[in-house]
């Protein structure tokens, strides 16, 4: 797991888990084309379960300039 958080505040930092099945994020602004009709349940590794309100992508621009599209990223 990689964890970036480079000058932001706790809410605003990177989780990158290189084995996981989908990204997820809370931060709804920072999702793209948002679908909420595409709601799911995820079971975490706690064993716990949390309610998907929807499906969206993340436009990531990098330090080069270019942008990166992170998809089917799942809204927590």
Do not use: P
């Amino acid at each position: 797991m990689v964890t970036t958080n480079k000058g932001a505040s706790s809410s605003e930092a990177w989780c990158q888990d290189t084995e996981c099945f989908n990204h997820m994020t809370g931060h709804k602004d920072w999702l793209i084309d948002l679908d909420t009709r595409r709601s799911s349940k995820v079971k975490l590794a706690n064993r716990k379960n949390w309610n998907a309100e929807g499906v969206g992508n993340i436009l990531i621009r990098r330090k080069d300039g270019k942008t990166t599209l992170i998809e089917s990223v799942l809204f927590m």
